[in-house]
């Protein structure tokens, strides 16, 4: 049995910076500035990302801790305005629809998400795109941790509770597109799959030793027979 879990921003689908954007509005908000904007947010976790441009605005961990429920309330709401303003910019990549298929046709496959956004922004933008998040039998999300190699134990403790399976770490196969995503699927001893369809390129991927880098999930089969042979 393989859990399989996807990144979503940049893996799955594209929401043309509607997540930055609700982001930046509520530390706007909450905390008066939305922080340094050469920042980059691909790889971090939602609260890791808050944590990190507030701690460089000059607040202390523990004022940041205390707003983080206001904050992400905040978030939640700017970025469902967001995604029903800008909607139609939200597409699906070519072939992730075709590889859930596949994987759903299986028996020995389980799909779930990894991913830096908290829970229901994970639905939101999921949800925009036309996936129906039902489908991700398995989630972990930075609701869940504000560090990103913790999240494959998050998902393996709920494949177990949830589900019934008790999976070791060789038997995650996680599908990102950030160095972070490779990490992640070291950290437990899975195995990792890149895909160029983010910010980082093949070569970029590549210089992190992936089992294997896509430049799109658009080769069902291809990407399936990593997964198999992972």
């Known amino acids: 049995m393989k859990l399989v879990l996807f990144d979503i921003d940049g893996t799955i689908l594209w929401s043309d910076g509607a997540g930055r954007r609700a982001m930046t509005g509520a530390l706007t908000t909450i905390f008066g500035t939305p922080g340094a904007p050469e920042y980059r947010y691909d790889g971090k976790?939602?609260?890791?990302?808050?944590?990190?441009?507030?701690?460089?605005?000059?607040?202390?961990?523990?004022?940041?801790?205390?707003?983080?429920?206001?904050?992400?309330?905040?978030?939640?709401?700017?970025?469902?305005?967001?995604?029903?303003?800008?909607?139609?910019?939200?597409?699906?990549?070519?072939?992730?629809?075709?590889?859930?298929?596949?994987?759903?046709?299986?028996?020995?496959?389980?799909v779930g998400l990894l991913t830096g956004n908290v829970a229901v922004g994970a639905s939101l933008k999921l949800r925009a795109a036309g996936l129906d998040v039902a489908r991700f039998r398995v989630g972990a999300y930075g609701s869940d941790s504000a560090h990103r190699p913790m999240?494959?134990?998050?998902?393996?403790?709920?494949?177990?509770?949830?589900?019934?399976?008790?999976?070791?770490?060789?038997?995650?196969?996680?599908?990102?597109?950030?160095?972070?995503?490779?990490?992640?699927?070291?950290v437990v001893g899975g195995a990792a799959i890149a895909v160029a369809t983010g910010r980082y390129s093949v070569e970029a991927l590549a210089a992190h030793a992936p089992k294997v880098v896509f430049p799109t999930l658009v080769d069902t089969d291809a990407v399936m027979r990593a997964i198999f042979d992972a």
């Open 45 to 110: 976790t939602d609260p890791q990302i808050v944590h990190e441009l507030m701690r460089g605005a000059g607040y202390e961990d523990q004022a940041i801790a205390a707003r983080m429920a206001p904050l992400f309330a905040c978030y939640v709401r700017l970025l469902e305005s967001e995604l029903a303003s800008h909607g139609d910019r939200v597409h699906v990549f070519e072939g992730v629809a075709e590889l859930i298929d596949a994987l759903e046709a299986r028996s020995d496959a389980v």
């Open 151 to 186: 999240l494959p134990a998050v998902a393996q403790r709920r494949a177990r509770e949830q589900l019934g399976l008790d999976l070791p770490g060789a038997d995650l196969v996680v599908i990102g597109d950030t160095p972070a995503d490779i990490e992640c699927a070291r």
